[in-house]
């Protein structure tokens, strides 16, 4: 039983990291390879708010989610000027430096090492929330909340604008929308919510290190949203279903776990090739990337 | 209140082309599409801009709206109570302070219903500030719901009590024929508070009927919204049906302004441009 939860929580993981990096690539069509990064972030700060600031849950989610936000701003500025491929170079380039420094400040992070022993996060202050059912309920809610916020951002007038971006946006800026603030703000939304993962992941592992947060991570959860699919919230919530409970099902076929995880890249490199021939939109999603 | 809606000093706007002559020897050479342009258009008028291809009129569009800077000259833009040079804002200010354009290839959102390409146009953006529609949901449906009405209003002025856009709110844009979609743009503009409507031929490629449609409309937006419209367009027909004045571009110079039946009768004019 255990091992579902665990499942269901590192869905939710996903869930979280999907749907807000749909904002991102499925609304505002910003292809980003830096989010491991943001969700690198999100994991370190909130390793800085448990173990050194010592603040309860709730202040730690704002917490994280604020400075996430105001570092993804330090790539929102100069990157979105670029267009296209040269977007998708920036946030590549970034990426690596974020997983270099944290791989190397070994007096801030401890780098390779990483850092174990992280403590639960505490309910209003005394309640501590460890033990896999606690996080099965505090995962699920995140998760919920995370998808209940976009729904509601994608089907407000900030999402119809996103959605006038993707589609062609030198009409949205003849209509007098400011276009590069838009961008601005889905960059850091994205950011700040995807920050949330990475706390929950840190405090629900106890222990991270950078590996965890490298240029892979990144294509993965890039991969995730594109088999599920964007431009909609069930797109990337599939996808994060989907690339969590592939492994498992190959593990249950009765390979070897060696074999299991190359096969598993190999499924997932199949999945998009023919998800981009037959199905742009991915499996639910209802945006044909361009 | 100076008559004159919008005054172009001396703008220039040069691009670098690159040559290479019969020696393969490689030169770059600066050409102007834009040479020391001067023009006045005047206010709650139809001012036609025309001239060949390549004579520079969808470049100096871009410049009045932003999205190309001049090398030099002054733009000054006078509405009700201010008068500013719009030379370097960025194109959604210039939007925000009453010019509206249309553009030669429609620019609407295919993949968008019909109805959010009207909401879309709204002159007022509450909400479309992330969290906002959120925090004052009740405000936001209200004010969505005013917006709906707006455009379904504009729907009916325009097209008529049973028009197929209103019917077809709901499917995305790209279902429209390539006439209605036309027409879209057009009724887009009646979503913004504009006082002067930039139109880059807005009759071509559609047929006859529509041609006449979109005529009615443009002097509507003159006659009952007291908007000025500076088109450029290639149909004489229609220029002699619904422009005021006149201008003509050669060489990124404005070299005659009139009347249209002046302009068109203007020697020049006939023998470079009408080919008469």
Same mark, same amino acid.
């Given at each position: 039983?255990?091992?579902?939860?665990?499942?269901?929580?590192?869905?939710?993981?996903?869930?979280?990291?999907?749907?807000?990096?749909?904002?991102?690539?499925?609304?505002?069509?910003?292809?980003?390879?830096?989010?491991?990064?943001?969700?690198?972030?999100?994991?370190? &700060?909130?390793?800085?708010?448990?173990?050194?600031?010592?603040?309860?849950?709730?202040?730690?989610?704002? %917490?994280?989610?604020? %400075?996430?936000?105001?570092?993804?701003?330090?790539?929102?500025?100069?990157?979105?000027?670029?267009?296209?491929?040269?977007?998708?170079?920036?946030?590549?380039?970034? =990426?690596?430096?974020?997983?270099?420094?944290?791989?190397?400040?070994?007096?801030?992070? #401890?780098?390779?090492?990483?850092?174990?022993?992280?403590?639960?996060?505490?309910?209003?202050?005394?309640?501590?929330?460890?033990?896999?059912?606690?996080?099965?309920?505090?995962?699920?809610?995140?998760?919920? %909340?995370?998808?209940?916020?976009?729904?509601?951002?994608?089907?407000?007038?900030?999402?119809?604008?996103?959605?006038?971006?993707?589609?062609?946006?030198?009409?949205?800026?003849?209509?007098?929308?400011?276009?590069?603030?838009?961008?601005?703000?889905?960059?850091?939304?994205?950011?700040?919510?995807?920050?949330?993962?990475?706390?929950?992941?840190?405090?629900?592992?106890?222990?991270?290190?950078?590996?965890?947060?490298?240029?892979?991570?990144?294509?993965?959860?890039?991969?995730?949203? &594109?088999?599920?699919?964007?431009?909609?919230?069930?797109?990337?919530?599939?996808?994060?279903?989907?690339?969590?409970?592939?492994?498992? &099902?190959? #593990? %249950?076929?009765?390979?070897?776990?060696?074999?299991?995880?190359?096969?598993?890249?190999?499924?997932?490199?199949?999945?998009?090739?023919? &998800?981009? #021939?037959? #199905?742009? =939109?991915?499996?639910?999603?209802?945006?044909?990337? =361009? | 209140?100076?008559?004159?809606?919008?005054?172009?000093?001396?703008?220039?706007?040069?691009?670098?082309?690159?040559?290479?002559?019969? *020696?393969?020897?490689?030169?770059?050479?600066?050409?102007?599409?834009?040479? /020391? $342009?001067?023009? @006045?258009?005047?206010?709650?008028?139809?001012?036609?801009?025309? +001239?060949?291809?390549?004579?520079?009129?969808?470049?100096?569009?871009?410049?009045?709206?932003?999205?190309?800077?001049?090398?030099?000259?002054?733009?000054?833009?006078?509405?009700?109570?201010?008068?500013?040079?719009?030379?370097?804002?960025?194109?959604?200010? !210039?939007?925000?302070?009453?010019?509206?354009?249309?553009?030669?290839?429609?620019?609407?959102?295919?993949?968008?219903?019909?109805?959010?390409?009207?909401?879309?146009?709204?002159? /007022?953006?509450?909400?479309?500030?992330?969290?906002?529609?959120?925090?004052?949901?009740?405000?936001?449906?209200? !004010?969505?719901?005013? *917006?709906?009405?707006?455009?379904?209003?504009?729907?009916?002025?325009?097209?008529?009590?049973?028009?197929?856009?209103?019917?077809?709110?709901?499917?995305?844009?790209?279902?429209?024929?390539? +006439? @209605?979609? *036309?027409?879209?743009?057009?009724?887009?503009?009646?979503?913004?508070?504009? /006082?002067?409507?930039?139109?880059?031929?807005?009759?071509?490629?559609?047929?006859?009927?529509?041609?006449?449609?979109? $005529? !009615?409309?443009?002097?509507?937006?003159?006659?009952?919204?007291?908007?000025?419209?500076?088109?450029?367009?290639?149909?004489?027909?229609?220029?002699?049906?619904?422009?005021?004045?006149?201008?003509?571009?050669?060489?990124?110079?404005?070299?005659?302004? +009139?009347?249209?039946?002046?302009?068109?009768?203007?020697?020049?004019?006939? *023998?470079?441009? $009408?080919?008469?």
């Amino acid at each position: 039983m255990n091992y579902i939860f665990h499942i269901i929580i590192i869905i939710n993981i996903y869930i979280i990291l999907t749907v807000s990096t749909n904002l991102l690539v499925g609304m505002a069509n910003l292809i980003s390879l830096a989010q491991a990064a943001f969700y690198g972030f999100g994991a370190y &700060l909130g390793v800085l708010a448990l173990m050194i600031l010592k603040l309860p849950m709730i202040p730690t989610i704002f %917490f994280v989610m604020f %400075f996430t936000a105001l570092l993804s701003l330090i790539i929102a500025f100069p990157s979105l000027r670029l267009k296209g491929d040269y977007f998708i170079l920036a946030t590549l380039g970034f =990426q690596l430096i974020v997983f270099t420094v944290l791989y190397n400040w070994i007096s801030v992070t #401890r780098g390779p090492y990483g850092i174990p022993g992280i403590p639960a996060p505490k309910l209003i202050g005394i309640i501590p929330v460890s033990g896999i059912i606690p996080f099965l309920v505090l995962s699920s809610i995140l998760a919920g %909340f995370v998808i209940f916020i976009f729904y509601k951002l994608v089907h407000s007038p900030f999402g119809r604008v996103l959605k006038g971006l993707r589609d062609d946006e030198i009409a949205v800026k003849s209509l007098g929308r400011n276009v590069t603030n838009y961008k601005i703000l889905t960059f850091a939304i994205s950011s700040a919510f995807i920050g949330i993962a990475g706390f929950i992941y840190a405090s629900y592992v106890t222990y991270i290190d950078p590996t965890s947060f490298n240029l892979d991570e990144a294509i993965f959860i890039l991969a995730a949203v &594109l088999i599920g699919g964007t431009g909609n919230i069930k797109g990337p919530v599939v996808g994060a279903i989907f690339v969590v409970i592939l492994p498992e &099902l190959l #593990r %249950f076929v009765g390979f070897p776990s060696s074999i299991a995880a190359n096969l598993r890249q190999i499924v997932y490199g199949l999945a998009l090739i023919i &998800l981009m #021939r037959y #199905r742009p =939109q991915g499996i639910a999603g209802e945006y044909k990337l =361009q | 209140m100076n008559e004159d809606i919008l005054q172009i000093n001396s703008v220039k706007k040069s691009f670098v082309r690159n040559i290479i002559d019969v *020696r393969g020897k490689e030169e770059n050479e600066r050409f102007f599409i834009i040479d /020391d $342009l001067d023009l @006045q258009i005047p206010r709650e008028k139809i001012t036609a801009l025309i +001239g060949g291809n390549g004579a520079g009129k969808t470049t100096l569009f871009n410049i009045i709206s932003g999205f190309m800077s001049p090398d030099s000259g002054d733009i000054i833009y006078q509405a009700e109570n201010k008068q500013m040079s719009i030379i370097g804002l960025l194109p959604y200010k !210039i939007t925000r302070l009453g010019i509206g354009r249309m553009f030669q290839d429609d620019h609407i959102f295919h993949d968008m219903s019909v109805l959010d390409n009207m909401l879309l146009a709204d002159a /007022d953006d509450f909400g479309e500030f992330p969290f906002i529609s959120i925090i004052y949901n009740r405000k936001n449906k209200i !004010i969505e719901q005013e *917006r709906i009405e707006k455009a379904n209003s504009i729907f009916k002025e325009l097209f008529g009590e049973d028009n197929p856009f209103w019917e077809k709110r709901d499917e995305p844009a790209k279902s429209l024929s390539y +006439g @209605q979609q *036309r027409l879209l743009g057009l009724a887009r503009l009646f979503m913004g508070n504009y /006082d002067l409507v930039l139109l880059d031929e807005p009759t071509a490629g559609v047929n006859p009927q529509i041609i006449n449609q979109i $005529l !009615i409309i443009i002097r509507s937006m003159v006659e009952e919204k007291d908007v000025t419209v500076f088109l450029i367009e290639h149909n004489m027909k229609v220029v002699l049906d619904l422009a005021d004045f006149c201008s003509f571009m050669s060489h990124g110079k404005i070299t005659a302004f +009139g009347t249209p039946d002046d302009v068109i009768g203007n020697d020049e004019v006939r *023998r470079t441009y $009408l080919g008469v």
